[in-house]
């Protein structure tokens, strides 16, 4: 059984995070996305929501399990006997610090692959820190995340109205 490491912080998860964790999931039999413990600065979601939030929106992938993580990915990698870390790439400014993280990775643990999946056009500008900024402004959210997270939002930000997308702003 092939498994791949899909990790990240997903404060929140997106849909390009849903993407990138989709198509791994066609390729390798086991997907595991990993929660970092790791401290991120002013996560908006604890971990747990983060993980309920995950195991929410991927519920209909049955080789796709969540789970959360302290200290080095590879070395997570290496434990849950993965074979691969998949990672996203957007734009050129990810790959140099994604190329530095899988020469340090590579050099920690030989057998672990790290693999890049190119984002899809429609999501090559999504971040889960430019969607709390839109989200925070009461900007349109439904091109971003998935539904269940713009209600989590809505919880988070006291109910403060959302507005919808542009499409349907006059002007
Ligand atoms: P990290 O802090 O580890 O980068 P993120 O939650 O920001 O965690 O991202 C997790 C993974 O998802 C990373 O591999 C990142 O490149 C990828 N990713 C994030 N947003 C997108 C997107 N819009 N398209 C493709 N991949 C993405």
Redesign the pocket.
């Known amino acids: 059984m092939r498994t791949a490491v899909?990790?990240?912080?997903?404060?929140p998860v997106?849909?390009?995070?849903l993407?990138?964790i989709i198509r791994a999931s066609v390729i390798f039999d086991r997907v595991i996305v990993a929660v970092?413990r790791n401290p991120?600065k002013n996560p908006m979601f604890s971990i747990s929501e983060r993980v309920e939030m995950l195991k929410e929106v991927l519920k209909p992938y049955r080789n796709v399990t969540i789970d959360s993580f302290d200290g080095l990915t590879v070395y997570y990698a290496v434990e849950q006997k993965a074979v691969a870390i998949?990672?996203?790439?957007?734009v050129l400014s990810?790959f140099d610090n994604?190329f530095r993280t899988a020469l340090v990775n590579k050099s920690l643990a030989c057998n672990v692959e790290t693999l890049f999946?190119m984002?899809?056009a429609e999501?090559?500008?999504?971040?889960?820190s430019a969607v709390k900024e839109v989200a925070i402004f009461g900007g349109p959210l439904d091109r971003l995340v998935p539904p269940l997270v713009v209600g989590k939002f809505k919880e988070k930000l006291n109910g403060k109205p959302i507005s919808g997308s542009c499409d349907s702003r006059e002007g």
Do not use: A, M, Q
């Open positions: 899909c990790p990240g912080s997903f404060d997106t849909l390009g995070h993407d990138i970092s991120i998949v990672r996203g790439l957007r990810d994604e999946l984002t899809r999501y090559s500008y999504i971040s889960s």
